[in-house]
């Protein structure tokens, strides 16, 4: 269990030297409590003091990685259970199932699918992260060979899932290098499959039907050697299973109880797809780190990955871009110049609407700390100085010969200072993004 403030305090040096950045020991000590602070931060801390207090430094919720390079994953660590106390940290990752059932052309197109499932939204890539090998044939050959296929196929993370060892050790003696996650062990299987993880280095998921049960199960996996786990909650029904995650991500953050810190795993494979869309979503939002999902359909797989980017995004900060002047077409010295602020949606909602015009043209964005134009304008981030400021960092005199700046119609109101203020002729747009193409139709 986790040290008190108190309790940390009697392991530290108590010189006050001040090396942590802390006035005193007893602040890190408490500092460190609240997992405010990480232990290496004390240099004066002896190795005793370390080992001692490696639990209490611990992270509440352990990270796991698999894959391998740039398809390695990593799920865990998260630090609230509430996104709005701070953030969630490392986004669900979503795995489709290929089972080793299929062969030819049916396996290599279904991995062809999987591979294919990524999308573009307000200039964020998103992609399907991981295939899931699902051993339903029964045979560990079939299963292996399968496994080999995928790793062939795609370079997405692998995750093994069998309930036989004999299984996961055949595929994870082929695809070993590419650390897949192995799933699963069960009561009856702790031992076996924890060798299986130990020897060729995987994580391994802990299986069971109730909380409890996955309690013991972490302790067995880690008494054979394994740190790196992932919980796997097989629920009588999809309410408890939400429920019982929910006491997993509760009990492990407020009473940092270990044997349940760790990320965690779903499964959805079956069902139409709009309903393991929905499942996935819920699963996402509460409190799965891994989905895996049967159905590869672009309108199912797409909100599922929608909903992990608005999860995982830190919601004291909103999405931005950069602000400065952006390209649409090849505009020249006669194009028209746009202005919009720098809040993400804004920017490539507008920047969408200058592209449907076919119009090539410039778009000036005003930082504004990431907000809309009328909340800009609504609380003074958005006015007549800060557009000019940006005009003349941007150096928007040299680019185009016209002096003639499109503002949107939103903020109609500050074109006579705007005017006053650049010397420019001073265009008010439309109101809605959607109008920019007729309108750019218009002027150019
Ligand atoms: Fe105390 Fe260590 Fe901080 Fe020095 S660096 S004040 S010894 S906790």
Redesign the pocket.
Known sequence: MALSGLEIFKL?????????G?P??LA?AMALAQKKAKLEE????SDETRSALAEASAPPISLVKFGTGDNEVQVGQETVVFRHDEKFYNPTVIAASVSDKLTGDALKGRIECINSLQFERVGTHLQVNAVAVINESGSADTFASVAETVKGASPLAMILVSDSPEALSAAAGKVADVTPLLASATSDTAEAVAKIGKENNCPVVAQGDSVEVLAELTDKIKAAGVEDIVLSLKAQSFKDELYGLSEIRAVALKKTFRPLGYPTISFVLDGNSEAQAAKGMSLICKYSSIVVIETVERHAIFPMLTTVTNIFTDPQKPVQVEAKVYKVGEPGAESPLLMTTNFSLTYYTVESDAEASRVPCYILVVDTEGTSVLTAYSGDKLNEKVVAEAMKKNEVEGLVKHHKLIIPGYVAVMSGKLEEETGWEIAVGPRESSMLPKYLQEVA
């Open positions: 530290l040096p108590k010189t006050n030297c001040k090396k942590c802390k005193t020991c890190f004390c240099p004066e801390a």
